[in-house]
């Protein structure tokens, strides 16, 4: 991750105000003149200015990335969920900044409008931005603002029908990309304290703790601390975890590169729009999530807001404190039984220049021709491909070949299902070509249906999910080199002639397409977990009959999107893409595609 600041204060943060309104959608912005009643503030960057009032105008599907980082698991929030906001270092240039009330500039701060129609607003007497301080920074990021985004009415209190997701391994295995495992329990409670000494002090009623909404905070910290991406969880009030919500949900992300733990609250209250949501009086539950790093930004924090009529169980009066809720018991829920999505290793992978590899992205696509030679084409953008380039050879005898970059190291590597019943890795090299094969299965893997992709929401490293001729769909969990032996029934989808795997509704879960030997296509949402969520199961696509292949891409229309390609009869490969949270319509990929078939 490029280094902004080193010894000073970074505050890069996003917030979600999560209110119920009679009319579903965006608010309307606040006119102008509303705006700078209620003190209006930008961010200037050399010539050009980041006006936060013209930022919550704009769509809350724009997303920039935090480093150039070739990811294939990152993944933004929804536009159909939560606006996701990510940082993109910019050149060495001055940084006009608003320090907080009362604090001498020792960095960059960062200064946001208030939501557009936001309701509550901040109660009078929220501290005042002082006047600007102007500091030469170097390189200094450029930091979009997240427009407001409403949840329904009808999405609030809706039952949860999954089980709640496993947390990530406690087990951190010594890796250097790991996260940092030093324990967070202090500054938890500094968070919670602060944020209730604040509240206490603005005439209202302190927020009580919830271990469960505890654990939702923490996966997403630890998950956007490994990924270094700032982005906000997609949907996360309809999260298990969050309880059902009836009275508001919210937001809030901070990172540092300390790790004062207080001043990622002091900085909250110093932005309107998150200061507005930390003095929300509907808000009486919260859970705070803090993760450390061996980055730039060494404290990453999340705290989730909740509104309930009626505290759910096991809801205590601080961290570790005595109990309130429903049962009036204390202390933490007992962390729930290990899953095979848990992960056992954080990763944090490196930054890479795959300008000389084999797969050189997620939205490469790779084929197999006749003579089983392996053939890549990159993605180009605009869903415009690079000439076919030769990458392997010897792939006569593979049922299937998938591209994840299946060890976190950066590079895209090849898992290949052969039609002997093994199932292979070839690791991918960043300078180009791949490492000799290492066999992670030795028989039966023939008789199965595959997709390979990241389907447990607290494990960055791809899995597996496999079709048994009896219509069970097991996931098996990334070992790594080691043998895949383990795995866990996911539940019965029925005979299908392919599978993929991709976040087809755009809510930051990954989803299962079952290609019907009619042509159908059905889909199985998945929540994260090793469960599929328990709901009718849609037909999204009919006439496919003639499809061979399904890929899942990513950044072929621009980045952060997502789609499907196709290996359709005549020779044709066609692109639909996803990014809206449905199929669109499709566009032919020129070829030439005689006699090659789509790696999955």
């Given at each position: 991750?490029?280094k902004?600041?080193?010894p000073?204060f970074?505050g890069?943060l996003?917030?979600?105000?999560?209110?119920?309104?009679?009319v579903?959608g965006?608010p309307?912005?606040?006119?102008?003149?509303?705006?700078?009643?209620?003190g209006?503030h930008?961010?200037t960057?050399?010539?050009?200015?980041?006006?936060?009032?013209a930022?919550?105008?704009?769509d809350?599907?724009?997303?920039?990335?935090?480093t150039?980082a070739v990811?294939?698991?990152?993944?933004?929030?929804s536009?159909s969920?939560p606006?996701?906001l990510t940082?993109q270092?910019g050149p060495?240039?001055?940084v006009?900044?608003?320090?907080?009330?009362?604090?001498?500039?020792?960095?960059q701060?960062?200064t946001?409008?208030?939501?557009?129609?936001q309701q509550p607003?901040?109660p009078?007497?929220?501290?005042?931005?002082?006047?600007?301080?102007?500091?030469?920074?170097?390189p200094?990021?450029a930091?979009?603002?997240?427009?407001?985004?409403?949840?329904?009415?009808?999405e609030?209190?809706a039952p949860?029908?999954?089980?709640?997701?496993a947390?990530?391994s406690?087990?951190t295995l010594?890796?250097p990309?790991a996260?940092v495992?030093?324990n967070n329990a202090?500054?938890v409670?500094?968070?919670?304290n602060?944020?209730n000494?604040?509240?206490?002090?603005k005439?209202?009623?302190p927020?009580k703790?919830?271990?469960?909404?505890a654990?939702l905070a923490q996966?997403?910290?630890?998950?956007?601390a490994?990924?270094?991406v700032i982005?906000?969880?997609?949907?996360?009030w309809?999260d298990?975890?969050?309880?059902?919500?009836?009275?508001g949900?919210?937001e809030v992300?901070?990172?540092?590169t300390?790790?004062d733990?207080?001043?990622?609250v002091e900085?909250w209250?110093?932005?309107?729009g998150?200061?507005?949501?930390?003095?929300?009086p509907r808000?009486?539950v919260?859970?705070a999530g803090?993760?450390?790093?061996?980055?730039?930004?060494?404290?990453w924090?999340?705290v989730?807001?909740?509104g309930?009529?009626?505290?759910?169980a096991?809801t205590?009066?601080s961290p570790?404190?005595?109990?309130s809720g429903?049962?009036?018991?204390?202390?933490?829920?007992?962390?729930?039984?290990?899953?095979?999505?848990?992960?056992?290793?954080?990763?944090?992978p490196?930054?890479?220049?795959?300008?000389?590899a084999?797969?050189?992205g997620?939205g490469?696509?790779?084929?197999?021709?006749s003579?089983?030679?392996l053939?890549?084409?990159?993605a180009?953008?605009?869903?415009t491909?690079?000439a076919?380039?030769?990458?392997?050879?010897g792939?006569?005898?593979?049922?299937?070949v998938?591209?994840?970059d299946?060890?976190r190291d950066?590079a895209f590597?090849?898992?290949?299902q052969w039609?002997?019943g093994?199932?292979?890795?070839?690791?991918?090299i960043?300078?180009?070509?791949?490492?000799?094969?290492v066999?992670?299965g030795n028989g039966?893997?023939?008789?199965l249906?595959?997709?390979?992709?990241g389907?447990?929401a607290?494990?960055?490293?791809p899995?597996?999910l496999?079709l048994d001729g009896a219509?069970n769909?097991?996931l098996y969990?990334?070992?790594?080199?080691?043998d895949?032996?383990?795995?866990?029934?996911?539940?019965g989808?029925?005979?299908a002639?392919?599978?993929?795997?991709?976040d087809?509704d755009?809510?930051g879960f990954?989803?299962?397409?079952?290609?019907?030997?009619?042509?159908s296509?059905q889909?199985y949402r998945g929540?994260?977990?090793?469960?599929?969520r328990?709901?009718?199961r849609?037909?999204?696509?009919?006439?496919w009959?003639d499809?061979?292949?399904?890929?899942?891409?990513?950044?072929v229309t621009g980045?952060?999107s997502t789609?499907?390609?196709l290996r359709?009869?005549?020779?044709?490969?066609?692109y639909w893409?996803?990014?809206?949270?449905?199929?669109?319509s499709?566009s032919?990929?020129?070829?030439p595609w005689?006699g090659q078939r789509?790696?999955?």
């Amino acid at each position: 991750m490029n280094k902004l600041v080193a010894p000073a204060f970074i505050g890069v943060l996003c917030s979600i105000a999560l209110v119920s309104s009679s009319v579903g959608g965006l608010p309307a912005p606040l006119p102008a003149s509303q705006l700078a009643a209620a003190g209006s503030h930008g961010v200037t960057l050399g010539p050009a200015t980041v006006d936060d009032a013209a930022a919550l105008r704009r769509d809350p599907s724009a997303l920039a990335p935090l480093t150039p980082a070739v990811d294939p698991d990152i993944r933004p929030a929804s536009p159909s969920g939560p606006g996701a906001l990510t940082t993109q270092p910019g050149p060495s240039q001055p940084v006009t900044a608003q320090p907080l009330a009362g604090q001498q500039p020792t960095g960059q701060q960062v200064t946001e409008q208030p939501l557009a129609g936001q309701q509550p607003t901040a109660p009078a007497g929220t501290e005042a931005l002082a006047a600007p301080a102007t500091t030469s920074l170097e390189p200094a990021p450029a930091v979009p603002s997240i427009p407001p985004l409403w949840a329904p009415d009808e999405e609030l209190g809706a039952p949860a029908t999954t089980r709640l997701a496993a947390p990530e391994s406690t087990q951190t295995l010594p890796a250097p990309e790991a996260l940092v495992p030093d324990n967070n329990a202090a500054a938890v409670l500094t968070v919670f304290n602060r944020i209730n000494e604040y509240r206490v002090s603005k005439g209202l009623n302190p927020v009580k703790y919830h271990p469960t909404v505890a654990g939702l905070a923490q996966e997403w910290s630890d998950s956007i601390a490994a990924r270094e991406v700032i982005e906000h969880r997609a949907n996360f009030w309809t999260d298990p975890r969050a309880m059902n919500p009836n009275n508001g949900a919210g937001e809030v992300i901070a990172i540092r590169t300390d790790r004062d733990a207080a001043q990622l609250v002091e900085w909250w209250k110093g932005s309107p729009g998150h200061n507005a949501m930390l003095l929300d009086p509907r808000f009486n539950v919260m859970g705070a999530g803090i993760s450390y790093t061996n980055s730039t930004y060494q404290i990453w924090g999340v705290v989730n807001f909740f509104g309930y009529t009626t505290l759910p169980a096991g809801t205590v009066n601080s961290p570790g404190g005595a109990g309130s809720g429903g049962t009036g018991s204390g202390g933490a829920f007992p962390l729930p039984a290990p899953s095979m999505c848990d992960a056992p290793v954080r990763h944090m992978p490196p930054t890479l220049d795959l300008s000389a590899a084999a797969i050189k992205g997620p939205g490469d696509l790779v084929t197999v021709d006749s003579g089983g030679q392996l053939l890549a084409r990159a993605a180009t953008g605009a869903r415009t491909f690079a000439a076919a380039k030769v990458i392997g050879s010897g792939f006569t005898g593979a049922k299937e070949v998938f591209t994840p970059d299946w060890d976190r190291d950066g590079a895209f590597d090849l898992l290949t299902q052969w039609t002997n019943g093994t199932l292979t890795l070839h690791r991918g090299i960043a300078a180009g070509g791949f490492q000799s094969p290492v066999t992670l299965g030795n028989g039966g893997w023939d008789t199965l249906t595959l997709a390979v992709g990241g389907w447990c929401a607290n494990n960055r490293l791809p899995q597996i999910l496999a079709l048994d001729g009896a219509g069970n769909l097991y996931l098996y969990p990334n070992k790594g080199t080691g043998d895949l032996s383990e795995r866990t029934l996911v539940g019965g989808i029925g005979a299908a002639r392919k599978l993929s795997m991709a976040d087809y509704d755009a809510d930051g879960f990954q989803d299962v397409l079952a290609l019907r030997a009619d042509g159908s296509v059905q889909l199985y949402r998945g929540w994260g977990t090793t469960a599929l969520r328990a709901e009718a199961r849609p037909t999204v696509a009919t006439g496919w009959a003639d499809v061979t292949g399904i890929r899942p891409l990513k950044d072929v229309t621009g980045l952060n999107s997502t789609g499907l390609a196709l290996r359709r009869a005549n020779d044709v490969v066609q692109y639909w893409d996803l990014t809206s949270g449905s199929l669109a319509s499709p566009s032919n990929i020129p070829g030439p595609w005689a006699g090659q078939r789509l790696a999955q």
